[in-house]
């Protein structure tokens, strides 16, 4: 069988499509020399509370205008656990299965003691892999010595030095992606389907879909991965 692989910058704790994809291969890429980006999700995700989606974020250190890649973006408040497990009980203690996994939620943030926001990141993705049950092998793009300059290069080499013979992206990808680079080395495109969740019991309100995975499983604890596509 042909080898499966993705290609995504880390983000916290980041909604269920992120886990899908990360379910739906054999090597999952996080692709930690990019370049940082202001108010994106690297360092934040939303909430569901009475008062509407709110932001968690991670506070880090960004040095201007200067080139700055992800694994080297550094937090700048050691406090920020404290604050997001807070908003976390303010905001989830009436959730179905609050007290069946908040220990769980819990030692995620006692245990994120890291000092930057990749290795934060990389900490809660893997950790809630376990929860869900994914096994996907989990492997950062610092590792592999890319030298191509062109973005779509980039993925490709990726791709070939990890001995890959399928990629998988979501379908915004088509935007930009240039499929001949791929053709030439025999590697498929395959484009991730993030329509039709199945929804759930959520607190606040109309249903909303692009929220962190925490939101799953504080609403339904050990059967979370049930509602993911790719993993039930």
């Known amino acids: 069988m042909s080898k499966k692989i993705a290609i995504s910058q880390s983000n916290y704790i980041p909604w269920k499509g992120y886990f899908d994809t990360i379910a739906l291969v054999d090597e999952f890429v996080i692709y930690d020399d990019m370049q940082y980006t202001k108010r994106d999700w690297r360092n934040r995700n ?39 497990l807070n908003m976390l009980k303010q905001n989830y203690s009436k959730s179905k299965c609050y007290n069946e996994v908040f220990d769980f939620v819990e030692n995620l943030y006692l245990t994120a003691t890291h000092d930057t926001i990749s290795e934060v990141n990389f900490h809660f993705i893997s950790e809630l892999c376990n929860f869900l049950s994914i096994c996907t092998k989990i492997s950062f793009s610092s590792s592999y010595g890319i030298t191509k300059e062109d973005k779509t ?49 959520q607190l606040y309100g109309d249903f909303e879909h692009y929220v962190t995975i925490l939101d799953l499983i504080f609403n339904k604890g050990d059967k979370a991965a049930s509602f993911l596509k790719y993993q039930s």
């Open 46 to 84: 939303k909430i569901k509370t009475a008062n509407g989606l709110k932001w968690l974020t991670v506070p880090v250190e960004v040095k201007g205008k200067y080139f700055q890649k992800i694994k080297d973006t550094k937090i700048s408040d050691k406090k920020w656990g404290e604050k997001h």
């Open 153 to 201: 290069a980039r993925l490709v080499d990726i791709c070939v030095q990890a001995n890959a013979g399928e990629y998988y992206t979501g379908v915004a990808a088509k935007n930009y992606i240039n499929e001949g680079f791929f053709n030439e080395e025999n590697i498929k495109v395959n484009y991730t389907d993030y329509n039709g969740y199945k929804e759930y019991d």
